[in-house]
């Protein structure tokens, strides 16, 4: 069963790459912020969710998206799994990252003072998670 999501949140940084120098391949990784919001309470947390991009749609995050900026992703929802050591034992981390199959840009380009202020500042922008069984 394949699950289909689509984000709507602002990118946490600069997207950075890793490439595959056996095969080729490269992949750019980075983490978009959305606000996650209770029915019980008015307060609202902020989730944070990695994403994924491959080869081609991978150069075109690294030209396009940038720390700060509004971005609605669409992608396929997958599982990483991978060893972390902690406090001297290794344990195995499982986490949701979203796969990515396209991104659209929104709103205007962040000015650099304005991302300076972002990091000085608790965030009140607000993202949406939509997520359809495909």
């Not at 689509?6 to 120098?21: D, K, L, R, S, W």
């Not at 209770?38 to 902020?46: F, G, H, L, M, V």
């Not at 840009?105 to 650099?112: D, E, V």
Request: proline content about 3%; aromatic content about 6%; some cysteine.
């Amino acid at each position: 069963m394949n699950y289909t999501i689509t984000v709507i949140g602002y990118v946490g940084q600069n997207p950075h790459a890793i490439a595959f120098e056996d095969t080729g391949n490269k992949v750019v990784k980075f983490s978009i912020a959305v606000k996650e919001f209770s029915a019980n309470s008015d307060e609202s947390k902020t989730l944070w969710l990695d994403v994924d991009a491959w080869n081609g749609l991978a150069e075109r995050v690294l030209k396009a998206v940038t720390k700060g900026r509004e971005v609605v992703v669409h992608g396929r929802l997958a599982i990483s799994t991978f060893n972390k050591e902690v406090d001297g034992a290794k344990i195995e981390v499982t986490k949701p990252i979203i796969k990515l199959t396209s991104f659209h840009l929104c709103g205007r380009k962040p000015t650099t003072e304005e991302r300076q202020s972002e990091l000085n500042t608790p965030s009140t922008k607000k993202g949406r998670l939509t997520a359809v069984k495909s």
